[in-house]
C-alpha cells in the first residue's frame, strides 16, 4: 500500500540476532514483490525478489516468505550486522496495474551492539 | 552491471527557477524509466512512468505542467521541477526497468542514487 504516515515503525535488534520485518501489501492481483534497503540519503538497493508463485525464496543472509492468503510478506535477517542498519521497504508489482511497482510504509532497522 | 546515475545528486534553488534532473542507465537499454518522490520519513512515491519515445503516464495527483519529463533515448530520462516553489523541495529517484536483462527478473527496476532538491 501507499505510505501515508510520518513515522517510521523502527525495529530495534542485538547484533547477531535475527531479524524479522513484516509487510502487508494490498493488492491481491499483484505477482511479483521486492524487498528495498535503503541507507540514508541514497537509493534504494535491491535485496531479494520473490514471484507469487512461490512462498519462500532464500539469499545469502536473506530470506523472504510470502502469504498470499492474508497478503503479507516477510523478510528475515540472519545474524543481523551493524551494516544493516537502514531503513527496509517491501514492494508489489501489479501487472493488470500498469505493471508498476507500489512501496510499502517501510521499517527502520537499528542494530545494537 | 545494471546501473543507474543521477545528476545532480544534489541542488538548491530559488523559489520560482527551474530544475533539470538526469537519470541515465549506464550500462544498459531502458525501455522503461520511472520517477519517484520521497519525503522525509516517507516512502517513494511514484510519479510518472516514462517509455522512451513516447509521453509520460503521470500518476493521480502530479502535475505534468510542473514535472516535465523527456525520455529521448534509451539511456536517459530527464524530470524538470518548473517554476519550483519550497514544497516541491523532496528527493527524487528514478529507477529503469530492462526487461530481458540477463539474469534478472523481467519486471525489476534498479534505481539510481537521488537527488535532493531543496528550493529556496
Known amino acids: 500500500g501507499e505510505s501515508v504516515g510520518l513515522h517510521l515503525p523502527t525495529l530495534s535488534v542485538q547484533e547477531g540476532d535475527n531479524s524479522i520485518i513484516n509487510c502487508a501489501y494490498s493488492?491481491?492481483?499483484?505477482?511479483?514483490f521486492i524487498w528495498y534497503k535503503q541507507e540514508s540519503g541514497k537509493g534504494p538497493q535491491f535485496i531479494i525478489d520473490?514471484?507469487?508463485n512461490m512462498d519462500k525464496r532464500q539469499g545469502q543472509r536473506v530470506t523472504v516468505l510470502l502469504n498470499k492468503t492474508v497478503k503479507h510478506l516477510s523478510l528475515q535477517i540472519a545474524a543481523t550486522q551493524p551494516g544493516d542498519s537502514a531503513v527496509y521497504f517491501c514492494?508489489?508489482?501489479?501487472w493488470g496495474g500498469g505493471n508498476k511497482l507500489t512501496f510499502g510504509t517501510g521499517t527502520q532497522l537499528k542494530v545494537e551492539l | 552491471g545494471a546501473v543507474v546515475s543521477q545528476h545532480p545528486s544534489w541542488v538548491i534553488c530559488k523559489s520560482g527557477t527551474s530544475v533539470k534532473i538526469e537519470c541515465r542507465s549506464l550500462?544498459?537499454?531502458?525501455?522503461?524509466m520511472f520517477w519517484y518522490r520521497q519525503f522525509p520519513k516517507q516512502s517513494l512515491m511514484l510519479m510518472a512512468t516514462?517509455?522512451?519515445?513516447?509521453?509520460?503516464?503521470?500518476e493521480q495527483g502530479v502535475e505534468k505542467d510542473k514535472f516535465l519529463i523527456n525520455h529521448a533515448s534509451l539511456t536517459l530520462s530527464t524530470l524538470t521541477v518548473t517554476s519550483a516553489h519550497p514544497e516541491d523541495s523532496s528527493f527524487y529517484i528514478c529507477?529503469?526497468?530492462?526487461?530481458?536483462?540477463?539474469?534478472?527478473?523481467?519486471?525489476?527496476?534498479?534505481f539510481g542514487p537521488g537527488t535532493r532538491l531543496t528550493v529556496l
Open positions: 493488492n491481491s492481483a499483484s505477482d511479483y
Open positions: 514492494a508489489e508489482n501489479t
Open positions: 529507477s529503469a526497468r530492462a526487461p530481458g536483462l540477463a539474469g534478472r527478473s523481467y519486471n525489476e527496476q534498479f
Open positions: 516514462s517509455n522512451e519515445g513516447s509521453k509520460a503516464t503521470y
Open positions: 520473490i514471484r507469487s
Open positions: 550500462d544498459f537499454q531502458a525501455t522503461t
